[in-house]
């Protein structure tokens, strides 16, 4: 009797604990997927529309892009393709193949 006790308690603790990673995994890959997507939603509108050296700033990518401006700050402050500049354009961004690098 006693020994289904515990077999019951240990195999509860494993199908918690199971089912607990299992979550966390999902949340994860979620998460990734989600900032990949936003991230290249981002870059794509942001390669097109920073030709000529033109800066753009975060609520212009928020609005056009359909996010929020603490979302697309976040998701180029991330991006290796994504440039802040600095000096008398503080606070925009711009795509670093669109961009002349020394007009930061």
Request: proline residues 0%; contains cysteine.
């Amino acid at each position: 009797m006693e020994s289904n006790i515990w077999e019951g308690i240990v195999v509860g603790a494993s199908g918690g604990a199971i089912a607990g990673l299992t979550v966390y995994g999902v949340q994860y890959l979620h998460e990734k997927i989600r900032d990949a997507c936003e991230t290249h939603r981002v870059n794509t509108w942001l390669k097109e529309n920073s030709t000529g050296g033109k800066w753009r700033s975060t609520r212009v990518i928020a609005s056009w892009t359909n996010l929020t401006e603490d979302r697309v700050q976040y998701l180029c402050s991330k991006s290796e393709e994504i440039k802040l500049s600095t000096g008398e354009n503080e606070g925009l961004w711009g795509h670093r193949d669109s961009i002349n690098l020394t007009d930061c």
